[in-house]
């Protein structure tokens, strides 16, 4: 049928028209091992589409965000395609294809030159923000740098989260994590009412104890590394777990993956190529029956 949309959606170069064409599907089901076993020969039946295409042996299924339909993964068929839109990791041992928005990460070991903790201090670094600008203007590996984020969700929590300089904060794994169904980071005046500092300058050390912290496990195995110090200006270096801040009892997995990390179950090195989508399908339980009412 004929869809309209009013977005640019840049894909390959080109901006996506107003009016295209889609193929669109929906099915109900009187049971949920009905719609498990139909959902799996739609799988079949799109892989068999590409096959005819001769797009069959550059396509793969990859474990996609359900959105605001599911909680579950989605499917998407990706073909590779080096100027593809999306990022892949692939996971050899369970021959597993993740998008990068979904990818379950663990950050490799840094190895660093210090060999006992230093005297924490409070650092002037008036206007520096980005990690990359903050570890050469500190003189420390990006490594060593926190970066910290304080978001607001629907429930009207305020919480923090934090990842290893060099990552961002993965926002979909995040909702899962605190069990929200919207996330905002927030607003200037919220985080200098929750910090006491101007945007830029949020650390992980001093914060409310009405402020949930979300730690990533990339975040784990560093000695002497800094923070910001909630404090406009300033940050905090040679902080250290056990010392200065109470190790959680959990490190989570809240962080953008990139190529070079781990899948976290095998330890192995994801293989990572771009592709372009193709096809997508959710499964999306009783989302659009419940919506309309449609009952067996």
Do not use: W
Request: charged share 30%; hydrophobic share 35%; glycine share 8%.
């Amino acid at each position: 049928q004929t869809k309209y949309r009013n977005e640019p959606r840049p894909k390959s170069g080109l901006l996506r028209c107003r009016e295209f064409r889609m193929k669109d599907l929906y099915s109900f089901h009187a049971t949920e091992a009905d719609f498990k076993d139909y959902y799996e020969k739609a799988k079949k039946a799109y892989m068999q589409v590409f096959r005819r295409l001769g797009l069959g042996k550059d396509t793969v299924i990859a474990l996609a965000s359900g959105g605001a339909f599911t909680d579950e993964y989605s499917h998407e068929f990706q073909t590779k395609c080096d100027t593809g839109e999306d990022t892949i990791f692939y996971a050899k041992s369970i021959d597993t294809y993740f998008n990068k928005e979904v990818a379950p990460a663990k950050a490799p070991a840094v190895k660093y030159q210090d060999s006992k903790m230093l005297p924490r201090k409070d650092v002037l670094g008036k206007g520096i923000i980005g990690v990359y600008d903050l570890a050469k203007y500190l003189n420390i590996p990006v490594e060593k740098t926190t970066k910290t984020l304080i978001y607001q969700t629907d429930k009207g929590e305020v919480i923090a989260a934090a990842v290893r300089g060099g990552y961002d904060v993965n926002e979909l794994k995040l909702k899962k994590i605190v069990g929200c169904k919207r996330l905002q980071l927030a607003s200037k005046e919220v985080v200098k009412k929750t910090t006491g500092a101007e945007v830029g300058y949020a650390g992980i050390l001093n914060l409310p104890k009405n402020v949930k912290v979300y730690l990533d496990e990339s975040l784990q195995g560093r000695l002497n590394f800094e923070t910001g110090a909630n404090k406009t200006n300033y940050h905090i270096v040679n902080i250290n777990f056990d010392r200065d801040l109470a190790r959680p009892e959990r490190f989570y997995d809240i962080k953008v993956v990139k190529e070079g990390d781990l899948y976290p179950e095998s330890g192995e090195k994801y293989e990572v190529f771009r592709a372009s989508e193709v096809g997508n399908i959710f499964p999306l339980g009783t989302k659009f029956s419940q919506a309309f009412g449609y009952y067996y």
